[in-house]
């Protein structure tokens, strides 16, 4: 299958059991708003572009719930200032607790340059980009070169994965999202919850 065939297998399964949310999920973003996020932040893969070619996040919508576990699918406009403002703040808990870290930001990230390879105390890193959000919750596709360029995983607000798995590819990350809501597989600690054509997700440790 490819990543395409992926998701509209998903939204037509959130149109079935979770119409509610199914209606939060935007056009797909223009060509020229990819390429601004991806000017702003650090070039992209491919099939991180083809993602943002089906859909632009979600709107929000208070009690619309969540398309993807642990946080809003997010327009591209909003990419950039998300990034930046996490760098920012990764670089400045770096600062203010030398003793706890290998080196400085600038340090650890040069040393952290292979994908899927994180950095100390799941420090989130510029090669990261944000794909969904929830505070400082985060599920990012890995940008860095290596096999693992273009996989997807998760920071929680502690740094934490609350067991959320990485996956090679969005393919692989939209499928599982899409077996979660038509067969009830969990995706880590998460498990989805329809009421009312509402999705949202559970935290089961």
């Known amino acids: 299958m490819s990543l395409t065939h992926e998701w509209n297998l998903l939204v037509t399964a959130l149109r079935d ?6 209606r939060t999920l935007r056009p797909c973003a223009s060509k020229s708003a990819v390429k601004r996020a991806e000017t702003a932040t650090v070039p992209w893969p ?5 993602f943002f070619g089906l859909h632009d996040g979600q709107n929000e919508v208070g009690g619309a719930g969540l398309v993807v576990p642990a946080g ?28 706890m870290y290998d080196g400085t930001y600038a340090e650890i990230v040069d040393n952290s340059i292979e994908a ?4 100390e105390d799941h420090l989130f890193l510029p090669g990261y980009v ?20 273009g996989s997807v995983s998760y920071r929680s607000d502690d740094g934490g994965h609350l067991g959320v798995p990485i996956w090679p590819s969005l393919e692989a990350f939209v499928r599982d ?11 880590g600690w998460y498990t989805a919850a329809v009421d009312n054509g509402v999705l949202d997700w559970d935290t089961v440790e």
């Open 116 to 119: 899927g390879v994180e950095a």
């Open 72 to 99: 809003r699918l997010l327009q591209v406009v909003e990419i950039p200032q998300r990034h930046s403002d996490m760098v920012e703040v990764m670089a400045d808990i770096v600062a203010t607790e030398p003793d």
């Open 177 to 187: 999202v899409r077996l979660a809501v038509t067969d009830r597989i969990s995706i």
């Open 17 to 22: 059991v979770a119409p509610v949310t199914a």
């Open 46 to 50: 491919d099939e991180l572009r083809e």
């Open 130 to 149: 944000p794909i969904a959000a929830w505070d400082s919750n985060l599920m990012y596709c890995d940008t860095r070169s290596g096999e693992m360029r």
